[in-house]
């Protein structure tokens, strides 16, 4: 809001022009009517229950303020605060209007950039989108669990890897992106030089331990090993994009192996 009464003052004190005498006109009512239907949430009229109570006296329509008594004065809107300096003298509207225009042609104002919309309505829109993945990820690792468990139910006892399905495993690990380390955290090395695994490394049953094709296994390190096996179906599940990857370089390795040996890809 705009000090209409510093306004008054500075405009030349006018003794028929005081702010009260404005808000008196209709012209003024009217413009003021229209303003309090028509202002938007970005104009930002004054709430009348803002302020401190007894000390602002501020109108329902939140568009006019005023402190009563010594030192007081009157407050509006700056729509109307605006309209005001037009209406106390003819340099009083040039200045303004031409601070109005130097603002417009400003590209950085601040207030500009503030009402965009767009950046608010994607906000707004990823919001809903983040709230709709996060239910996503929640069934798919509901349905995780369900299958582990049937799975469980169905073929219990453990089958180790196949010599043939390790070397699969050894040699993907042993290639790019991973040379050696563990494909699960990244980090620790599994394989040595000559690609044996050291002490510790492990090939873990990522479904079941039942299911032993090479694409339902990998070879982590003890610590991933560990929680892969202890932490609970989430910690596997939140794993999945690593075996994925993972996989995605078994099934390529098989593929080639394939074509090398001459036998047509059923
Ligand atoms: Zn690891």
């Known amino acids: 809001m705009l000090n209409l009464t510093d306004m008054w003052r500075a405009a030349g004190r006018a003794e028929h022009r005081r702010p009260a005498d404005w808000l008196a006109l209709e012209e003024t ?8 239907t028509h202002l938007t949430a970005l104009d930002e009229p004054v709430l009348p229950n803002a302020g401190d109570a007894g000390i602002w006296a501020i109108d329902t329509d939140g ?4 402190i009563r008594g010594h030192g007081g004065g009157t407050w509006a809107h700056w729509q109307l605060a605006l309209s005001y300096a037009c209406y106390l003298s003819p340099a009083f509207h040039l200045w303004c209007n031409t601070v109005v225009r130097a603002a417009m042609k400003r590209p950085d104002v601040p207030a500009v950039q503030d009402s965009d919309p767009l950046p608010l309505y994607l906000a707004e829109h990823f919001r809903h989108l983040h709230r709709r993945l996060d239910t996503v990820d929640r069934h798919a690792a509901d349905l995780m669990f369900l299958a582990l468990s049937g799975q469980e139910l169905v073929l219990g006892g453990r089958r180790e890897f196949s010599e043939l399905s390790r070397t699969i495993l050894i040699r993907v690990a042993m290639a790019e992106p991973y040379d050696g380390r563990c494909p699960c955290c990244g980090n620790a090395r599994i394989l040595s030089t000559e690609g044996r695994p050291l002490a510790g490394t492990e090939f873990d049953h990522f479904f079941h331990r039942r299911l032993n094709r090479p694409e339902h296994g990998w070879l982590v390190c003890t610590v991933c090993h560990g929680e892969l096996t202890h932490g609970g179906y989430l910690v596997r599940f939140a794993r999945t994009p690593e075996f994925r990857a ?3 370089r078994v099934l390529k390795q098989r593929r080639l192996a394939r074509e090398r040996s001459g036998a047509s890809p059923r």
């Open 29 to 36: 009512m009217r413009f003021r009517a229209h303003a309090d």
């Open 63 to 66: 568009l006019v303020a005023a």
């Open 246 to 248: 993972f996989q995605a």
